[in-house]
């Protein structure tokens, strides 16, 4: 049986029979409590608690992008990412690519293990990955697959990517393919070297910074 027409009733709602199932929670709707969301293109059902927990995690995402989501290049030249569509191509490929990490955590409460996890949903994530996060041209695909396995820079280039104590970072190796730039010490507010193109999507490090400040002045 279709999952839009399942039997059964509204557990909030008993006398009302269920005309659908919420895709995040897996919980039987009624006409009162179905909302729809549209997810890569596609109407989705979702009740109305999940449909508050989404918003509230939009709502947080939408503030990290605002504040932390920025792209740095070789030349100490800096991009703030909140108008998108006036950044250099390059840069604009890895603010889309920060952009779909920032909806894939909204949505499943913890950030990729791998890029290629915004192309392909995750074991662990089940419902709650409303993916795919990019597009397929973004992306690079092998053989005869037809779902890319990783985000690709505007050279064809597979983008780095590190979830570690610093924070979450995107990086590319700019037009010569190969990075000048040491990825695993780099801080979040160093330049990088080269043409090297980097993206952070979520700052740690400066929490750290504060926090080993107050136990400096504390230990005085």
Excluded at 22 to 43: F, K, N, T
Excluded at 166 to 180: F, H, M, N
Excluded at 181 to 209: F, H, K, M
């Amino acid at each position: 049986m279709a999952a839009d027409t399942p039997t059964g009733h509204c557990p909030q709602h008993p006398d009302k029979p269920a005309v659908g199932i919420c895709l995040s929670c897996g919980r039987l709707v009624c006409a009162q409590c179905r909302h729809r969301r549209e997810r890569a293109g596609i109407p989705r059902n979702i009740c109305p608690e999940c449909l508050a927990t989404q918003d509230a995690r939009t709502s947080r995402t939408t503030l990290l992008a605002r504040i932390a989501v920025f792209v740095l290049v070789g030349l100490a030249v800096g991009y703030l990412i909140n108008a998108k569509e006036d950044l250099p191509e390059a840069a604009e490929r890895l603010a889309t690519v920060s952009e779909a990490v920032l909806r894939f955590e909204g949505d499943t409460s913890r950030f990729p293990r791998e890029l290629s996890e915004l192309f392909s949903r995750p074991d662990d994530v089940k419902a709650s990955w409303f993916g795919p996060y990019l597009a397929k041209d973004t992306g690079t695909a092998t053989g005869s697959q037809t779902v890319p396995k990783q985000p690709v820079d505007v050279h064809g280039q597979p983008l780095g990517y590190l979830d570690d104590e610093r924070g979450v970072l995107i990086a590319s190796p700019g037009e010569d393919s190969e990075y000048q730039t040491n990825l695993s010490e780099i801080g979040c507010y160093d330049e990088p070297a080269g043409d090297d193109l980097l993206a952070w999507v979520l700052i740690r490090q400066e929490e750290v910074i504060k926090s080993e400040e107050v136990e400096e002045v504390s230990g005085n």
